[in-house]
């Protein structure tokens, strides 16, 4: 054991005192010029020759050309049916586990209240089917200002500004004969904010 710790010793020795000059040979080779390779040079002989070569001599050589651009070993491919298989298993369900360490919780879903009932609603959008029935531009400052001398209450006109905004989006319009855009601003005594203006489509 001590002839094999001193023979190890002896390398180790002598791989660090040669290590130097290694590197330097190394390096030296690195930098050294390299000699020109027989190989012909691409842009000054295989193009100019191949541009000048007939197409009849080109298609002799096609088949050894198509057989240089593919390996020689093909990668394999998954079969389709495995390729299905993997993609219809089914993960496996993962056991909860007894660790409590986090300290994780689950919020309970919270439902959220429609602030307006629905008798509200049905009347309020009735009011506006009404105004809307007459025809004309209408801008929703104009609509509150009416609804509040129609003698409706504060929920009501804000249920006339929820119901008028809900219909800017197309997709949600609850007046189908018009289209919303925006138009300023307002400010009441029961909502402010972006003005919107509804205008008939026969009359874009």
Request: aromatic share 10%; proline share 6%; charged share 30%.
């Amino acid at each position: 054991m001590l002839r094999s710790a001193s023979g190890v010793r002896a390398h180790l020795q002598v791989d660090v005192t040669v290590a130097g000059e290694k590197f330097m040979t190394a390096q030296a080779g690195a930098f050294r010029s390299r000699r020109p390779s027989s190989f012909p040079d691409l842009e000054t002989r295989l193009l100019p020759d191949a541009l000048s070569t007939s197409q009849a001599e080109l298609a002799k050589g096609v088949d050894a050309l198509l057989l240089g651009l593919y390996p020689a070993v093909f990668p394999k491919a998954p079969d389709l049916s495995d390729l299905l298989a993997l993609l219809l298993a089914k993960r496996e369900y993962d056991e909860p586990m007894d660790d409590d360490s986090e300290g994780a919780e689950m919020l309970p879903f919270k439902v959220y209240v429609d602030p307006f009932p629905e008798e509200t609603s049905k009347s309020v959008q009735a009011w506006l089917n009404r105004k809307f029935d007459i025809g004309g531009s209408w801008k929703l400052d104009e609509l509150l200002a009416l609804a509040e001398d129609d003698g409706l209450s504060a929920i009501e006109r804000q249920c006339v500004v929820y119901m008028l905004y809900r219909s800017y989006p197309d997709s949600e319009n609850l007046f189908k004969g018009f289209r919303a855009e925006a138009d300023g601003s307002f400010s009441s005594d029961v909502a402010a904010g972006d003005n919107l203006r509804f205008d008939p489509l026969e009359d874009r």
